[in-house]
């Protein structure tokens, strides 16, 4: 899986409930889901355009919410830690994508203009090399956060997490 090592994976503690069919579905739901992502997550490099980020920002937003409605039925204090990691993943995503919604305003923006100034012409330069520059730099600290997630102790958190 292209850098990313199984692991040997606890169950969560979902007390009396964990026969529940409801609960058996949110799992299965979860594992799925995980499995998805971090296959997607997998595939994320330099040249991966900003649509590839976004999907995965809404997978996790999925995922965090499949998480959130499960809370009552599950050992919420590791839930709980789960989804504080989850949101520091969805913060730089979000951010690599409010940054591609700019550069997209800026493009329109010099399409519409017949005619700018050289002070005109160079503002809007530097600002797309500065947003070019800051995007690459999101990428890789999504990248490497991401790498971190699905390596680290939150794999502990099935069926929250579970890859195979």
């Not at 969560?12 to 296959?39: G, N, T």
């Not at 204090?77 to 520091?88: E, Q, S, T």
């Not at 330069?125 to 790498?147: D, F, P, T």
């Amino acid at each position: 899986m292209d850098g990313f090592s199984p692991e040997v994976i606890e169950n969560l503690d979902f007390s009396r409930e964990a026969d529940s069919p409801v609960i058996l579905a949110l799992m299965q739901k979860l594992k799925r889901r995980w499995k998805d992502i971090r296959k997607k997550t997998g595939k994320l490099d330099v040249h991966s355009p900003a649509k590839s980020y976004h999907r995965l920002r809404i997978e996790f937003k999925k995922q965090r919410y499949l998480i959130e409605s499960s809370l009552e039925l599950a050992d919420s204090g590791r839930a709980r830690h789960l989804l504080k990691k989850i949101r520091k993943i969805l913060s730089l995503l979000g951010e690599h994508h409010d940054l591609s919604v700019q550069e997209e305003i800026l493009l329109d923006l010099k399409s519409r203009s017949l005619s700018w100034s050289p002070e005109e012409r160079g503002a809007y330069g530097a600002l797309m090399r500065w947003m070019e520059k800051r995007r690459k730099k999101l990428q890789k600290k999504i990248r490497r956060s991401l790498r971190r997630f699905f390596r680290q102790s939150y794999i502990e958190l099935d069926p929250y997490i579970v890859i195979s």
